[in-house]
């Protein structure tokens, strides 16, 4: 079993960034694919970045590439997305998740375990 509990989200203005934490227990986390998901109001959660065990394949969404770096740091078992030249469409609840198994994945059915939500708001 897997707890995640994810931390930096907050109100900032167009074009500024905020670091998104997600800290992992209750088992082995340096074995997992982990990834971010967001979910506007109204809308369907959505994939932003994934990254494999070791961190040395990230996936992005189209409408992030560039702007977001998803990181992850097994030994303090925490992942991060660092979130770059943010704009309104980037408001939304973010979620971190983790799979049970290892590789890389963009699709929600993959992951297992998901943290409660951080909530990111850009204003223009």
């Known amino acids: 079993q897997v707890q995640l509990l994810e931390s930096g989200g907050g109100l900032v203005q167009t074009g500024g960034s905020l670091r998104l934490s997600c800290a992992a227990s209750?088992?082995?986390?340096?074995?997992?694919?982990m990834g971010w998901f967001s979910q506007a109001p109204g809308k369907e959660r959505e994939f932003v970045a994934a990254?494999?065990?070791?961190?040395?394949?990230?996936y992005y969404a189209d409408s992030v590439k560039g702007r977001f770096t998803i990181s992850r740091n097994n030994a303090e078992n925490t992942m991060y997305l660092q979130m770059n030249s943010l704009k309104p469409e980037d408001t939304a609840g973010y979620y971190c998740?983790?799979?049970?198994?290892?590789?890389?994945?963009?699709?929600?059915?993959?992951?297992?375990?998901w943290g409660q939500g951080t909530q990111v708001t850009i204003s223009s």
């Open positions: 998740a983790a799979s049970r198994r290892g590789g890389i994945f963009r699709e929600e059915s993959a992951y297992a375990y």
């Open positions: 990254i494999s065990w070791l961190g040395g394949i990230t």
């Open positions: 209750g088992s082995t986390f340096s074995s997992n694919a």
